[in-house]
């Protein structure tokens, strides 16, 4: 190992560069105020790699991109994780980016000869906004689609320069695969890279002007490892503590596949970004521009330009007090519009899922014609009803004539086919009139649409459905709306029960319910595994 | 703190034990935070996904209409798990039938290097073109550099109809 590192040293001189760096002499005064720089640099790398591991299974175009992140978060085993990691990480680094500037800020450490280290930092934060907001549409739900189209309409009321941003963000007022782009290639390809030079330079200026000491702080200085990186290493670990537990237990939303029909949807941005959001609202018609682009541009530039307009010697901490004043100012009018922009937020109709579970046309069969699929397959219809568009042997049972469309036409030819169709060289269907009136219940709901996912319903569906029917259950229960309700409605029961509750339900149905009047079944074990399968899946009513 | 007052401080040396509690504290934390990044992206990056609805039987032809003994190429459609990428998509098998009705389906590539093979009627072998593989009507390798017999699909038998499945990854 030691001749290992001392090649390497011969060669390429990394281990002085490396002591150089870890040696290098910092003011006595330094501390812990000090770690939040470094903090930043580690949320920025935690991004990269993240951001990396998504990629591998990301596809960047809209659509797609939504079903591979679901992919990722459903599918693939860490995939939660590794997606809360990155969408936490964002916010985690922008505050933190925030947090570093306030320091830099309460404590002047911006003043002469470090003014340039300072509009690097102001860079580096609309940096960190700009991958947030570019980040925000890759998910490809109504939330990403939604907020961007308002963020991109934006960006078309700057004066004069709208039109081309506009154009530019691929956008004009639409949003598709041409702003998708644009964003993504901002977001992997542009931004990481020009924020990996600018922190090279930001660290680079910290380091040739030194860290800003305390007002009179003439002690011996100190050597920045190991006791400052001990610092910096506890700071890094709180951080990321907070990091992991927050991807672990806060859920990240994926919502529905962007729907730019969606009317409900009410858009709203990433959290940092509502006071801006609010801020708009105090600006009506061609006073709008000033509110979404000219006040904000103006803020940037007055915090680029504080070294100029601040130029007083360096004081003391306690001495600043317009500094504390103005940054209290700014948090009291930043936290305001923040709280009145979500107490003015409409809860969203879309569930914020995180199941992300679409509802299959299956689970929305009525349990007979779930039974009726039963005899569909059985019977092998699908032989010469082949179906998806095409005209088998028979014709394509989606595209029947609407004098067909009945059950009393339906049952009749399932019997005598012949008959009914002369010339038919279809079998008659050896079932009973309630399995007859079933199976034509199944086939009259087949549409082009929902053709494929109703034939791929699962066995243990079908099954239970047709046991529920078998047993009568319909005489008292009711889903999706139909049957009786003498008992409750077993619409989303599995919201309710869990699957031992409904086992021991049948079996001893005062048990578990007592007062009720139901009756016990005693079910076979794969009879009564098929039957609680079927009810956990039922989708609540409406 | 008020950093002012930490400059009155006197510069000590760091203790040797503080100086090395230290060193071992960002070591310590450094690795922590590493692992707890690099095992969960191995997990994520080598873990297959969790197993979808796959292993369906799909109807692939009518058994009547298959020669005894003679291999005939069929397809079918079947449906394709792709990473998050659903599929209908277009697939083809061997089929060879006995006399006794027993089927088997082999997989249409080449266990060389996955070239399509054909049936060679005058030698009544399978024939790579690539690479020359020969193999027997049962899928046996006869000769060239294949490394196993012909993989099979799995397949059931409902009345008339051939039913295919997956690739039959315990023969």
């Known amino acids: 190992m030691h001749k290992i590192v001392e090649w390497l040293e011969h060669r390429t001189g990394i281990q002085t560069v490396i002591k150089d760096f870890l040696y290098e002499d910092i003011p006595a005064s330094s501390g812990w105020h000090q770690v939040i720089g470094s903090m930043a640099v580690f949320s920025f790398i935690i991004q990269v790699f993240t951001g990396i591991l998504l990629a591998f299974n990301y596809a960047p175009t809209p659509g797609d991109s939504y079903l591979s992140v679901k992919y990722i978060v459903t599918e693939l085993t860490g995939g939660r994780l590794i997606r809360g990691l990155h969408h936490w990480g964002a916010s985690i680094m922008l505050i933190i980016v925030v947090l570093h500037m306030l320091q830099v800020f309460l404590y002047g450490a911006y003043k002469k000869p470090r003014e340039a280290t300072w509009m690097v930092g102001v860079v580096l934060l609309l940096i960190t906004l700009g991958f947030g907001l570019t980040g925000y549409l890759l998910p490809w739900d109504n939330r990403a689609y939604w907020g961007t189209v308002v963020t991109t309409q934006i960006a078309g009321q700057a004066p004069i320069a709208g039109p081309y941003l506009a154009r530019l963000l691929g956008g004009e007022g639409r949003i598709g695969v041409v702003t998708f782009a644009r964003f993504y290639a901002l977001h992997v390809l542009l931004l990481p890279p020009l924020t990996m030079i600018l922190i090279g330079i930001h660290v680079y200026l910290v380091r040739k002007h030194g860290v800003t000491p305390a007002v009179g702080d003439t002690a011996p200085r100190r050597k920045f490892f190991p006791e400052q990186v001990f610092k910096d290493t506890v700071g890094v670990t709180l951080g990321f503590l907070i990091l992991f537990t927050l991807a672990i237990v806060a859920d990240v939303p994926l919502g529905k596949l962007a729907d730019p029909t969606d009317t409900n949807y009410v858009p709203r941005p990433e959290w940092y970004f509502l006071f801006l959001f609010q801020t708009l609202k105090f600006f009506k018609g061609p006073m709008e521009a000033v509110g979404s682009v000219v006040l904000p541009g103006l803020a940037v530039l007055a915090l680029f330009l504080i070294p100029f307009i601040d130029r007083g010697p360096l004081v003391r901490l306690g001495k600043r007090t317009f500094a504390f004043a103005f940054a209290a100012l700014a948090a009291i009018a930043w936290s305001g519009l923040t709280a009145a922009a979500i107490s003015t937020t409409p809860k969203n109709t879309e569930a914020a899922d995180s199941a992300v579970e679409e509802l299959q046309a299956w689970q929305q069969l009525t349990p007979p014609e779930l039974e009726g699929l039963g005899h569909f397959r059985k019977e092998n219809c699908k032989t010469c009803h082949v179906g998806a568009g095409k005209r088998g042997i028979g014709p394509d049972l989606t595209q029947m004539a609407a004098a067909h469309r009945n059950a009393g036409w339906m049952v009749p030819h399932f019997k005598r086919p012949s008959q009914i169709v002369p010339g038919s060289s279809m079998p008659p269907v050896q079932l009973t009139d309630p399995q007859l009136n079933a199976l034509s219940a199944f086939v009259l709901k087949l549409t082009p649409q929902n053709e494929a996912s109703l034939l791929s319903a699962p066995d243990f569906a079908v099954q239970g459905a047709s046991i529920y029917e078998a047993n009568h259950c319909g005489a008292c229960h009711q889903i999706n709306g139909a049957g009786m309700k003498m008992g409750p409605a077993l619409d989303g029961v599995g919201q309710r029960r869990d699957r031992a509750w409904l086992e021991q339900h049948f079996v001893d149905p005062k048990s578990t319910s007592p007062g009720s009047i139901m009756p016990p079944y005693k079910f076979e074990p794969q009879e009564m595994d098929a039957m609680v399968k079927y009810l956990l899946q039922l989708p609540k009513a409406g | ?171």
């Open chain 2, 1 to 171: 703190m008020d950093p002012e007052n930490l400059s009155h401080e006197p510069a000590v040396e760091l203790s040797p034990t503080r100086r090395s509690f230290y060193i071992k504290f960002i070591y310590g934390a450094m690795t922590a935070i590493g692992a707890a990044l690099a095992v969960p992206a191995g997990i994520y990056l080598l873990f297959p996904p969790k197993a979808r609805k796959e292993g369906d039987y799909v109807e692939a032809a009518d058994l009547s209409r298959i020669p005894v003994g003679t291999p005939e190429e069929i397809s079918f459609q079947r449906t394709r798990i792709d990473g998050w990428k659903v599929t209908s998509e277009k697939a083809t098998a061997w089929v060879v039938k006995t006399a006794d009705n027993q089927v088997t389906a082999f997989a249409p590539q080449c266990t060389h290097l996955g070239c399509a093979y054909h049936w060679d009627q005058p030698t009544n072998n399978f024939v790579c073109p690539c690479h020359t593989s020969a193999f027997s009507v049962d899928g046996k390798v006869l000769s060239g550099p294949a490394p196993r017999p012909l993989d099979k699909y799995m397949v059931k038998i409902q009345g008339n109809k051939l039913a295919i499945g997956p690739l039959d990854t315990h023969a």
